[in-house]
């Protein structure tokens, strides 16, 4: 199985990293920005509208 990295950015901040979508929660799930601790829904910490979509596909299957 191939592996898919996903582009974070914390909307407070603005660090921006990757992560494996296997590593990530569901969407919705509330996540922490690990350099400033702002908090909120994981789909606001997607960099892309694309990273976004395969979030979802991966968590619906």
Known sequence: MQEAWLQLQC?????????????LPAPE?????????????????????RDLEVLQEFTDS
């Not at 901040?13 to 494996?20: H, M, P, T, Y």
């Open 11 to 23: 909307p407070a901040c603005s660090v921006a990293w990757e992560e494996q979508v296997s590593d």
């Open 29 to 49: 799930t509330q996540f922490v920005c690990d350099d400033c601790g702002a908090e909120r829904a994981l789909s606001e910490f997607m960099r892309t509208t």
